[in-house]
């Protein structure tokens, strides 16, 4: 079945750093979808990206879906201590009657003030 | 106003009880999720509603049983709770014609004795 593959698994950077996660896969999707989970919280969407090569920024944040529809990229530029958490990445395939969303495992983001 | 509100936020109970968890949506939108979140952070889906039908339903015991009164609610009963139960549940919402942008609720972290 499909699945999707984050790296890294976890990244321990300086505050002010940039920050680069990526999504793989070896399905296409018709759209990626980027989340952020802080800590007893449920995820919260960050960028959604609709057509393939599309580039999307969210204030700091900045997505791309992949030319090949099977990845996408999220950037982080100049860390905060509050960009704390999982960011786990999302790629959805229409089916006939529903669309279907597969989470990817997530990157665990720490960041050292 | 909470978009997505999951009660109770916290569930302690022993083995073989029988729970339930409530879901209420006010973003009006036509299709409602449940996923199981377990302690790697790996979310999976269980269960989706789109206009009070069921149009996903992954390989979940049949202890798990979703209801939904109406396309703003979608509530979980589990039977017969069992030690591997113990997670966090998910209530989430999307539109149907953006299927994969969904609003997630904070969770309901299930810990069974």
């Known amino acids: 079945g499909q699945q999707l593959n984050q790296s890294p698994q976890s990244m321990f950077i300086q505050e002010g750093e940039d920050v680069s996660m990526n999504c793989t896969s070896s399905?296409?999707?018709?759209?990626w979808l980027w989340y952020k989970q802080e800590p007893g919280e449920g995820p919260v969407l960050l960028i959604a990206?609709?057509?393939?090569?599309e580039l999307t920024s969210n204030g700091r944040l900045t997505a791309q879906f992949g030319i090949t529809r099977k990845d996408s990229f999220l950037n982080i530029s100049a860390s905060i201590p509050s960009d704390v958490g999982i960011y786990f990445c999302a790629g959805q395939l229409k089916k006939t009657s529903y669309d279907k969303v597969i989470f990817g495992p997530g990157t665990s983001l720490s960041v050292i003030p | 106003d909470t978009a997505v509100s999951q009660t109770p936020k916290y569930l302690v109970t022993q083995m073989g009880n029988d729970k339930s968890i409530k879901c209420e949506q006010n973003l009006g939108h036509d299709t409602m999720y449940w996923y199981k979140q377990d302690s790697k952070k790996f979310l999976k889906i269980m269960f989706s509603?789109?206009?009070?039908?069921?149009?996903i339903n992954e390989t979940v015991p049949n202890r798990f049983s979703p209801k939904s009164p109406d396309k703003a609610h979608l509530n979980l009963h589990i039977n017969s709770l069992e030690l591997g139960d113990s997670a966090v549940y998910f209530c989430?919402?999307?539109?149907?014609?953006?299927?994969?942008?969904?609003?997630f609720g904070d969770g309901t972290r299930l810990s069974i004795l």
């Open positions: 399905s296409i999707f018709n759209t």
């Open positions: 989430a919402s999307s539109q149907a014609v953006r299927g994969g942008a969904q609003h």
């Open positions: 509603y789109n206009n009070k039908e069921l149009i």
């Open positions: 990206l609709y057509k393939a090569g």
